[in-house]
């Protein structure tokens, strides 16, 4: 069974940086492709970025394009959302999640981790 936890979550200004990490389990993590997921109060879960299990093929939602930069290290069964020049609109529970059906669509992801709080505010 895939257990999936977030951390680096908390607190920032706009126009300030983040790194959120998730650590997966189990041996299949580098067979698996890996994905950031939010969800901001009172609206629906979005997908943000996603990775396939060895890096080649990299997608992300409009909104934080140019922003934002998904990686893996399948070495430490890790995965990163490394996240730049923050807004307000950023603010969301930040949850990983792993696909063993492949990378997309991202209705595909069927292991989620508990989520990461991130708040954007000045």
């Known amino acids: 069974q895939v257990q999936l936890v977030e951390s680096g979550g908390g607190l920032v200004q706009p126009g300030g940086s983040l790194r959120l990490s998730c650590a997966a389990s189990?041996?299949?993590?580098?067979?698996?492709?890996m994905g950031w997921f939010r969800q901001a109060p009172g609206k629906e879960r979005e997908f943000v970025a996603v990775?396939?299990?060895?890096?080649?093929?990299?997608k992300y939602v409009d909104s934080v394009k140019g922003r934002f930069t998904i990686s893996r290290d399948n070495a430490k069964s890790t995965v990163y959302l490394q996240m730049n020049r923050l807004k307000f609109e950023d603010t969301a529970d930040y949850y990983c999640?792993?696909?063993?059906?492949?990378?997309?669509?991202?209705?595909?992801?069927?292991?989620w981790g508990q989520g990461t709080q991130v708040t954007v505010s000045s």
């Open positions: 189990g041996p299949t993590f580098s067979r698996s492709a």
């Open positions: 990775i396939s299990r060895y890096g080649a093929s990299i």
């Open positions: 999640a792993a696909s063993d059906l492949g990378a997309w669509p991202p209705s595909r992801y069927n292991y």
